[in-house]
C-alpha cells in the first residue's frame, strides 16, 4: 500500500505520541494506590484533588521507571524539571498538568523495528500525571450532545511517560511494529503495563504528506482515540488518503486535531492546533529540580531488565544452527523465552526446547506462564532422556498447567513411571530370545521389524517405554551380536 503508485505520487511522513502509564504502586505525586478498574472516587486524597494547600511530592520509583525508558531506547538521561501546563478541562482539578517541558529527563533516543532493522528517532520521552476519566451519558457519548458528565479521579495524578517519536515512520505499517515493540519493551523492563484495551498505552498519531522526494515536512494533523493496533493502522490510512485527495487538488491541509471515529472509519476535526504558548507553561514552583547524577543513571542501567531485543538475542544464541526468527520473535513477545532458555540451561537440545513451547506451551499462554521454569525443563528433560514418551510428554504438561505440580510425581500418578534403561534393555532382550525368527530377518537389514519389537515390548509395558529406547537397546544388541 506504501508504494509510490499507492499514495499517487506522495509520501507519508508519521510522527508517534505514545502515553504510558508507569507500573508504580503509587500516584506521581501523592500515595494514593495506582490501581485500574476500582470503584470511582475511591483512591483520591487532597493532592490528587488539588485541594487548597496540598503539595506534591516526586514518585521515586516512577523516576526511575521513565529512567528505564529513556535507557532502553537509548536517550541521553538528563537532570530535568517539571513544569505546569495550564488548560482547564474538568478531569484536571488543578486546571494544570504537571509535565516536563523544555528540560525532560530523556532526550535523543531510538527505537530499532525488528523486521528490518529501521532505527526510528526517539525526541524525548518525559514524565507527566495522567488526569481523571470523564464519561459523558447520553447521546454518542461525547460532551457535546450528552445529558450529563460523570468524572473518576481515580487515574488523576497517575505517573505518565510520553515518548515522541521524530517524524521518521513511512506507512502504516512501521506504525503499528514501532507501537508494537514499543509496547512489548515498555512490559520487558517493567515500567509499564501497557494495555491499549485498558488505556495504560495511549498513542497518537501525527500525520503528513510530502511528494515523494521532497525534503520539506508538510502540514500535519494529529489524530486521537487510537485505543487498538488495528486502529491506529486504519486511521493512518484513512489519513494519508484524505491528506492526498487535498493537496493532489491544489487544496491545503489545515493543521488540526483530528478525532478518529472507530464506527465510521474515518476521521473528523475537533479543533484547530493548539501552540504551545497556548499552555502558557512555566515552572512548577512547588517542586524541585531533579538532579540525576551520573552514578545513578549508572545503576539504573546496570540493572536494566533485558529489552525484547536482548531477549530474541539470546534465544538465538543458544542454537548452533540458524532458527526461525519469526518463531523467536512470536515466544519472546508472548513472555515464554524464560520457559524455552531454562530448558536449554538444563540440558534440553533447544530444537525441542522451542518446538515443545511453540507448540504445547503457547497453545495455553496465561497457565505456560506460571509454569516455574525449572520445573518445566526437568519435564523436557525426562522426555529427553526416554523416561517419557512424547504423548506422555504432553499430558504432564497438560496437568502442570492445569494445577501446578512436579513434572516426576504427575508421570508416576499417571502410571508413567519412569522405565529404566536398564529394564527396557532385558525386556529386549528376552523378546528378542522369544522371537528368533524375526530377531535374524531384522539382523539381515530387515529395518522395519523395528516396530515389531517396539510393539511386543510396549504390550509388555502396557505403553510405559520409549520407543526410542527400545530401538537404541535393539542396536546396542545387534552390534554386539555381530
Ligand atoms: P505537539 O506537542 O504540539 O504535538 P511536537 O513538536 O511535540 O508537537 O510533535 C509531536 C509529534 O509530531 C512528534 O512525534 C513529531 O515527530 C511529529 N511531527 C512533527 N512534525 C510532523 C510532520 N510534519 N508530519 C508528521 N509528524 C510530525
Ligand atoms: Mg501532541
Ligand atoms: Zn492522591
Known amino acids: 500500500m506504501s508504494d509510490l503508485a499507492g499514495y499517487r505520487g506522495y509520501e507519508p511522513v508519521i510522527g508517534l505520541e505514545v502515553h504510558c502509564e508507569l507500573d508504580t504502586v503509587t500516584k506521581m505525586f501523592c500515595g494514593c494506590p495506582n490501581s485500574f478498574g476500582d470503584a470511582p472516587n475511591t483512591n483520591i486524597c487532597p493532592v490528587c484533588l488539588a485541594l487548597p494547600g496540598s503539595l506534591p511530592v516526586v514518585n521515586e520509583m516512577a523516576v526511575e521507571f521513565a529512567a ?13 524539571i517539571f513544569h505546569r501546563k495550564n488548560y482547564f478541562y474538568p478531569d ?36 507527566e500525571e495522567d488526569t481523571g476519566k470523564t464519561t459523558h451519558v447520553g447521546g454518542g457519548g461525547r460532551i457535546h450532545d450528552s445529558s450529563f458528565s460523570l468524572v473518576d479521579y ?39 503495563k501497557a494495555r491499549m ?24 494533523c494529529e489524530i486521537k482515540n487510537l ?31 483530528r478525532h478518529w471515529d472507530e464506527a465510521g472509519g474515518r476521521t473528523i476535526a475537533l479543533r484547530s492546533k493548539e501552540e504551545a504558548h497556548d499552555y502558557r507553561y512555566f515552572p512548577e514552583p512547588d517542586l524541585v529540580r531533579l538532579d540525576f547524577d551520573s552514578d545513578r543513571v549508572a545503576r539504573i542501567a546496570g540493572a536494566l531488565p533485558p529489552t525484547p531485543e536482548q531477549r530474541r538475542a539470546r534465544i538465538i544464541s543458544l542454537f548452533d544452527a540458524p532458527t ?10 508472548m513472555g515464554l523465552d524464560v520457559l524455552v532458555i531454562s530448558a536449554i540451561e538444563h540440558g534440553v537440545v533447544p530444537e525441542r526446547a522451542l518446538s515443545r513451547t511453540a507448540n504445547e506451551a503457547a497453545a495455553r499462554v496465561e497457565d505456560a506462564l506460571n509454569l516455574d521454569p525449572g520445573l518445566y525443563a526437568r519435564l523436557l528433560m525426562m522426555e529427553q532422556e526416554g523416561k517419557l514418551t512424547p504423548t506422555q510428554t504432553k499430558a504432564v504438561l497438560q496437568a502442570m498447567m492445569d494445577s501446578g505440580g512436579e513434572p516426576e510425581s504427575i508421570a508416576s ?65 545387534k552390534a554386539g551380536a555381530k
Not at 197 to 220: H, K
Not at 324 to 333: K, N, P, Q, S, Y
Open 92 to 127: 484536571m482539578p488543578k486546571d494544570y498538568q504537571i509535565s516536563q517541558y523544555d528540560e525532560p529527563i530523556n532526550v535523543n533516543g531510538w527505537l530499532e523495528l525488528p523486521a528490518s532493522g529501521v532505527r526510528i528517532g526517539i525526541e524525548r520521552a518525559h514524565m
Open 197 to 220: 484495551e485498558e488505556g495504560s498505552l495511549r498513542v497518537d498519531a501525527n500525520v503528513s504528506v510530502r511528494p515523494t522526494g521532497s525534503g520539506v515536512l508538510g502540514t500535519r
Open 227 to 257: 485505543n487498538s493496533l488495528r486502529s491506529l493502522v486504519r486511521a493512518i490510512e484513512y489519513e494519508i488518503e484524505r491528506q492526498v485527495d487535498l493537496v493532489s487538488t491544489g487544496q491545503v491541509v489545515v493543521q488540526q486535531t
Open 413 to 477: 500418578t499417571m502410571g508413567f513411571e519412569a522405565m529404566d534403561s536398564e529394564v527396557v534393555a532385558d525386556l529386549v532382550s528376552g523378546i528378542v530370545d522369544a522371537n528368533p525368527d524375526e530377531w535374524q530377518r531384522y539382523r539381515d537389514g530387515e529395518g522395519k521389524l523395528a516396530q515389531f519389537f517396539v510393539g511386543q515390548v510396549m504390550k509388555a509395558t502396557r505403553g510405559k517405554a520409549s520407543g526410542k529406547e527400545v530401538i537404541a537397546a535393539l542396536d546396542r544388541l
Open 324 to 333: 526461525g526468527t519469526d518463531l523467536v520473535a512470536t515466544i519472546v513477545e
Open 68 to 80: 528505564r525508558i529513556g535507557l532502553a531506547l537509548h536517550c541521553e538521561v538528563r537532570p530535568s
Open 154 to 192: 481515580n487515574r488523576a495524578g497517575v505517573p505518565l511517560v510520553e515518548i515522541v517519536s521524530r517524524p521518521d515512520i513511512r506507512s502504516s505499517e512501521q506504525a503499528r511494529q514501532y507501537v508494537s515493540e514499543l509496547r512489548m519493551l515498555l512490559v520487558s523492563i517493567g515500567a509499564s
